[in-house]
């Protein structure tokens, strides 16, 4: 008898891999030149600062404008 016959052949399950980031949009910070929340800030190489990914201006955080 060979290895491959004694194998019990199981179909394989296909269950994505889920992880704890939600669906829903949170942004943190708010780009006060584009007037718009910022869920994908950029850091900058230089200073580490975020940035907007449109403008480049330094982004602050929507918990000190009392906004969020």
């Known amino acids: 008898m060979s290895a491959e016959s ?14 704890d980031k939600t669906e829903k ?6 780009c006060p030149q584009c007037a718009v929340p910022v869920a994908d800030p950029l850091a900058c190489g230089d200073c580490g600062s ?6 480049g ?6 918990d000190d404008l009392g906004i969020g």
């Open 6 to 19: 004694t194998v019990q052949n199981k179909p394989v399950q296909n269950n994505p891999v889920q992880t």
């Open 25 to 30: 949009n949170d942004a943190e910070f708010y």
């Open 50 to 55: 975020l940035i907007c990914r449109k403008c």
């Open 57 to 62: 201006t330094p982004l602050e955080r929507i």
